[in-house]
T-cell receptor
């Protein structure tokens, strides 16, 4: 079984400030980890993923995340928030199962960016 | 490459009716998954189809069904609609084989049941 916990349903930052969205996972096998972003009335867009190798993963729009196995965490960061970053962010975990990689999603964190 | 497309984008139905939603995956992708997204339950996995066969299934009642065609396009059907079926239904496609870790999502179909 696998699960994801995203701490904080809402995170509010000022434009230009550091963005930190927290994600902890539970998985009985080595996980594959993802961050997705969802803008209003749209589907999910992949920001970044960790599968194997380097634990610091860089994604689109200046986001990055670090896989910390000892802490079972995969927090998402961005050095300087833009107004356009305001959206819902989902952390997800999956593992290989017969060719499938069905992700389990966290409940999401709404990022609010103040001018 | 064109992305995942879903039709229709919006639907309003009445309790007791049935509805069919359509999804066209990215060209070359053989796996299509369906999700239900609601404010209360978040993103929940419905089922996955691969090569016209249901490969995985989530924990939803039998009123929710799907199928996949030989061109990988997929449809999902919900019969005897209930108010609680109001949700955003998302379709996602992936290559379907080993190493196809990520899923690519469509814009969703917003279903409102009155």
């Amino acid at each position: 079984a696998q699960s994801v916990t995203q701490l904080g349903s809402h995170v509010s930052v000022s434009e230009g400030a550091l963005v930190l969205l927290r994600c902890n996972y539970s998985s009985s096998v080595p996980p594959y980890l993802f961050w997705y972003v969802q803008y209003p009335n749209q589907g999910l867009q992949l920001l970044l993923k960790y599968t194997t190798g380097a634990t610091l993963v860089k994604g689109i729009n200046g986001f990055e995340a670090e896989f910390k196995k000892s802490e079972t965490s995969f927090h998402l960061t961005k050095p300087s928030a833009h107004m356009s970053d305001a959206a819902e962010y989902f952390c997800a975990v999956s593992h290989a199962s017969g060719g499938s990689y069905i992700p389990t999603f966290g409940r999401g964190t709404s990022l609010i960016v103040h001018p | 490459k064109a992305g995942v497309t879903q039709t229709p984008r919006y639907l309003i139905k009445t309790r007791g009716q049935q509805v069919t939603l359509s999804c066209s995956p990215i060209s070359g992708h053989r796996s299509v998954s369906w999700y239900q997204q609601t404010p209360g339950q978040g993103l929940q996995f419905l089922f996955e189809y691969f090569s016209e066969t249901q490969r995985n299934k989530g924990n939803f009642p039998g009123r929710f069904s799907g199928r996949q065609f030989s061109n990988s396009r997929s449809e999902m059907n919900v019969s005897t609609l209930e108010l609680g079926d109001s949700a955003l239904y998302l379709c996602a496609s992936s290559g379907g084989g080993f190493g196809s870790y990520e899923q690519y999502f469509g814009p969703g179909t917003r279903l409102t049941v009155t």
